[in-house]
Nanobody, 111 residues
């Protein structure tokens, strides 16, 4: 099973980005898919998770700005990030289930 994240980049404060993470490998389906991030010098932290049934868990720091969604048919999870702030700068990782991580995609928000 592989998770491939994409969509990161450089954006000005107030801007938007959409991250995607495609899950591949033997038609495997995760009940829970999520996004985490790690800023320089900080621990990795939860951004948002979403179950196949539609239950979400979103960090307070991004509530109202970030939205997680998934396309179960395409086995892909998305993170729509709006009103980005410099403190959102981090490497963003997607995660499937308890143990499967993607390689991460860098998001840089300039002030």
């Amino acid at each position: 099973v592989q998770l491939q994240a994409s969509g990161g980049g450089l954006v000005q404060a107030g801007g938007s980005l959409r991250l995607s993470c495609a899950v591949s490998g033997s038609g495997f389906r995760f009940n829970v898919l999520g996004w985490y991030r790690q800023a320089p010098g900080k621990q990795r932290e939860l951004v948002a998770t979403l179950t196949s049934g539609g239950l979400t868990n979103t960090a307070d720091s991004v509530k109202g700005r970030f939205t997680i969604s998934r396309d179960n048919a395409k086995n892909t999870v998305f993170l729509q990030m709006n009103s980005l702030k410099p403190e959102d700068t981090a490497v963003y990782y997607c995660k499937g289930g308890m143990d499967f991580w993607g390689k991460g995609t860098l998001v840089t928000v300039s002030s």
